[in-house]
């Protein structure tokens, strides 16, 4: 492992490893006369060299050739001295800690194995201590870095759960930004409809009204008229230009219809949907257009999230007096009467029904559990000469 990925505590357990270790090679060297010493010192050797070598800590090929060489030195320290088995501790966990699982046990295996066989060659009586104390470090060692290992993984499964809620959170931020301000940009289309368009149409009506109620015979009060009246078309143009620079992207597109046969695109998992137009399409303001889409798409979002549906329809219909928005699908339907308004303030039924009605039109829902839901929004067409 790379020391510059290590938290504080695994540093500290780092340098007390290799303090053990050079505290039991010194310990062995000195019980045991010259040959104990020089297998001590080549032991010695072989750890530190491979303690500074990055590929040991980079490549587990490069870790198995050097616990390898480790194994062999300690075997014949093993074979001079009988304190070279207390080096078996640590050897458990350079083994649990750079090896696989599968090469990691059996070699743990083997250690303990080896530290058994050397104390009993040195002429000590076989007894159950010379047999459990070795395994029992060696299940202490297993116990250790496998519980070590497991909470380094929760830690790091919630590490990324942080980071997955900080770039949700990033995300919805962002979108709840996107939204009020297209929530703003639709506001201020209606009101520019609503009230400057709206107030310039009545002004040119009114104009040639008076240009058409002058008596012969007075040209300067005409022209003036004239003038006036030309000035309020050009602003009345201008509040049109204003209107349709805030007009929702989809509709900026296209016409209504070629919007709403966009939200059938199959996008995901989701239910089938199909638009239908019936009836002559008539050129409708900006504020209905708006209205009907964002309805459409509330409805279909709430067929997508809630219903369980596997078809959906749409379908936009042009009457004489009226144009008609209906939204059906073949979900598991609900109670309309249990509707509250959506405690997180979302574009629910409620204020669906709101912005039908801010333009003088009627929204029903029909359901019942079971029966699959029909939403039907019915919009008055305006009079000729309106925006």
């Known amino acids: 492992m790379d020391p510059r990925t290590l938290t504080p505590a695994l540093r500290v357990l780092r340098v007390c490893l290799h303090l053990l270790v050079a505290g039991l090679l010194v310990l062995a060297a000195l019980r045991d006369g010259t040959a104990a010493a020089v297998a001590a010192a080549v032991t010695g050797a072989v750890y530190a060299v491979g303690s500074a070598l990055r590929a040991v800590r980079e490549s587990r090929s490069a870790a198995a050739l050097w616990l390898g060489a480790l194994s062999a030195a300690w075997l014949v320290l093993l074979a001079v001295t009988p304190d070279g088995l207390w080096l078996a501790f640590p050897l458990y966990f350079l083994h649990l800690h750079l090896l696989p699982a599968r090469w990691s046990l059996p070699a743990v295996a083997g250690t303990a194995g080896a530290a058994i066989m050397s104390y009993v060659r040195h002429g000590a009586p076989l007894n159950p201590g010379a047999v459990i104390g070795p395994l029992l470090g060696a299940a202490v060692a297993v116990a250790t870095v496998l519980g070590y290992q497991a909470l380094y993984r929760e830690s790091e499964r919630h590490r990324r759960l ?226």
């Open 162 to 387: 942080v980071e997955e809620l900080t770039s949700t959170r990033a995300e919805l931020a962002a979108a709840e930004r996107h939204a009020g301000t297209l929530a703003e940009r639709e506001r201020l289309a209606r009101e520019i409809h609503d009230t400057l368009a709206q107030g310039l149409s009545s002004i040119q009506l009114l104009l040639r009204a008076a240009e058409r109620a002058l008596p012969d015979g007075s040209p300067e009060a005409a022209g003036h008229i004239e003038r006036a009246r030309r000035t309020a078309q050009d602003n009345l143009a201008e509040a049109r230009r204003f209107v349709r620079a805030l007009t929702p992207a989809d509709l900026a597109r296209g016409s209504l219809a070629a919007a709403l046969e966009r939200l059938c695109d199959p996008a995901g998992e989701g239910p089938r949907v199909r638009f239908s137009l019936s009836g002559t399409p008539v050129a409708l303001p900006t504020p209905y257009e708006v209205a009907l889409l964002r309805i459409a798409q509330s409805a279909l979002a709430n067929t997508v999230r809630h219903a369980g549906a596997g078809r959906a329809e749409i379908t936009l219909t042009f009457m004489d007096a009226s144009v008609t928005l209906d939204v059906v699908d073949d979900g598991k339907g609900f109670d309309p009467r249990s509707c509250t308004a959506s405690p997180t303030g979302g574009f629910g039924l409620l204020a669906m029904r709101s912005r039908a009605r801010s333009l003088g039109g009627t929204f029903t829902v029909e359901s019942s559990p079971g029966q699959g839901t029909a939403v039907a929004v019915s919009l008055p067409l305006p009079a000729e000469g309106t925006v």
